[in-house]
Every structure is written in C-alpha cells, then in structure tokens.
C-alpha cells in the first residue's frame, strides 16, 4: 500500500519555525521526485517546494524562496521541509506529493502520482 504520511505541523507564532516530515512507504522512493503543496481556506492549491530524486535540484516557490528548505533522505524514505520565518500568509494545509521521475525532464512539473493526507500549520500574527 502506497503511503505519504506527513507530521510536524502545529501552531507557531509569526518569524517562528516549523520542519515538517513526509515518510513515504509501498513505492520504489528513488523512482519519485517528493514536493509540498498548501492550500488555505477558500484558495487554490499552491506548489510550494519539490526536490528531484536523484541529484537533489529543487523548485521553491517564490513566496518562500530563502525561508524554506526542502530535503529528503533517501535511506529513510522521508523528505523534510523546514519552514523559518513564517508569516500568517504560510496558513494552510501542507500536502505531500509524489512525482514519477523516469522520462521527465522537471518531474515536480507533472501532476502527482500519490499524495498525502496533509498537516495543518496555522502561524499566528
């Protein structure tokens, strides 16, 4: 059984941090560019953050570009995003996405293969 299973989310304070973990389970982990999207209230899902599965290139989206930091650790099946200077924009639930890699150029372009159930993070003002 595929899993994306994400933890770490909560309530933080505004200019406060946050790391958040994807442990994935039931698919070849290497074959999978991992990504984070959000999505808040009454808005479209957002691509946040994306890493490649094999030479480790990201994608940060522009409203956190220089604030968040993408990584995964491939002996443990698991991609962290650690998430500093959160601003009450950052509100949302954050997903975690799976992206078949074989034959793409930009895997975190294509639309998800798997995806999990999300983990909240509100920042309060």
């Known amino acids: 059984e595929v899993q994306l299973v994400e933890s770490g989310g909560g309530l933080v304070q505004a200019g406060g941090s946050l790391r958040l973990s994807c442990a994935a389970s039931?698919?070849?982990?290497?074959?999978?560019?991992i990504g984070w999207f959000r999505q808040a209230p009454g808005k479209e899902r957002e691509r946040v953050s994306c890493?490649?599965?094999?030479?480790?290139?990201?994608y940060d989206g522009a409203s956190v570009k220089g604030r968040f930091t993408i990584t995964r650790d491939n002996a443990k099946n698991t991609v962290f995003l650690q998430m500093n200077s959160l601003k009450p924009e950052d509100t949302g639930v954050y997903y975690c996405?799976?992206?078949?890699?074989?034959?793409?150029?930009?895997?975190?372009?294509?639309?998800?293969?798997?995806w999990g159930q999300g983990t909240q993070v509100t920042v309060s003002s």
């Open positions: 996405s799976a992206h078949w890699v074989v034959g793409r150029a930009s895997p975190c372009l294509y639309e998800a293969d798997y």
């Open positions: 039931g698919f070849t982990f290497d074959d999978y560019a």
């Open positions: 890493i490649s599965s094999s030479d480790g290139t990201t």
